[in-house]
């Protein structure tokens, strides 16, 4: 949809009524393509008061400060969106989005560790989300999480990071985490054994596609899994496990669980999806 498209829908028909939104922008159509502007970002927060979710798809946003933004919003979806370096660093207005609950960051290239430290000052942040990161290293995931203790949720989906270094950061910072999501490259069993005893966690969930010969055995991730307490949820996704002797092993063990095992659902290329 154009700019001026939407600033026509702004004065016409949007207004208190609306609560979630998702546009997309013109990122990969060229320099000359019509981008999103701070003065658009602007009027969407002044005329649509009770906007709660806004997803942006392939958007440049490099000269959209983040300061422009709804302040009403409690969840931001960025997917394959282009942001400047001064998006989310710790210097920026710390009252900016202070109701912000959940931030998804999908393909943002440059994302970086100093950008997840800078998610420190969304103090209501609960829920994190970081697909295709590839900038973010593991020292930066490890001192990032250190100031974000206070995460229910985290999902580390398709970056560089292993499965191993990732579980780790968490185990050492995120006690109180409630679900874990994430891609199973460079996953061990001792990796997996480091969640053993998590206090809080109801939900996991380990993606594949199988690539990794360390790969914890169905007895091994049972066994973890029978150390943490609150477990309700285990969700194995793309392992090539469906249906085999490894989905019986876990279903029968974990009694009190919904145990998912099944095939990774095919992705759509459009980004309305």
């Given at each position: ?191 997996l054994s480091v969640l053993e005893g998590m206090p809080a966690l109801e939900s996991l969930c380990l993606l594949g596609p199988l690539i990794t010969p360390e790969m914890p055995s169905p007895h091994e991730i049972l066994s973890s899994c029978l150390t943490m307490p609150k477990l ?13 002797e490894a989905e019986r092993i876990l279903s029968k063990g974990l009694p009190h669980c919904m145990v998912i095992v099944r095939a990774c659902p095919k992705e759509s290329m459009d980004w309305w999806m």
């Open positions: 949809m154009r700019p001026k498209v939407m600033w026509h829908l702004l004065r016409r028909y949007m207004a208190s009524r609306l609560h979630s939104l998702r546009m997309g922008g013109y990122l990969f159509s060229g320099s000359q393509a019509p981008q999103l502007s701070p003065a658009l970002m602007r009027a969407l927060g002044q005329k649509c008061p009770n906007l709660k979710r806004l997803c942006l798809h392939v958007a440049n946003l490099s000269m959209v400060p983040i300061t422009s933004l709804p302040c009403t919003l409690k969840t931001l979806e960025l997917h394959s969106c282009e942001i400047s370096m001064a998006w989310l660093l710790k210097e920026q207005d710390p009252t900016v989005l202070p109701l912000l609950e959940c931030i998804v960051l999908d393909r943002v290239p440059a994302f970086r560790d100093e950008h997840l430290q800078g998610l420190t000052r969304f103090r209501a942040l609960r829920s994190l989300v970081l697909g295709g990161t590839y900038r973010v290293t593991e020292t930066g995931l490890d001192m990032g999480l250190q100031e974000l203790s206070y995460l229910q949720r985290l999902e580390v989906l398709g970056c560089t990071l292993s499965a191993d270094s990732t579980l780790l950061a968490i185990s050492r910072h995120l006690r109180d985490v409630r679900k874990i999501r994430l891609t199973v490259r460079g996953l061990s069993a001792p990796g309700r949820v285990l969700e194995l996704q793309g392992l090539g496990w469906e249906g085999q």
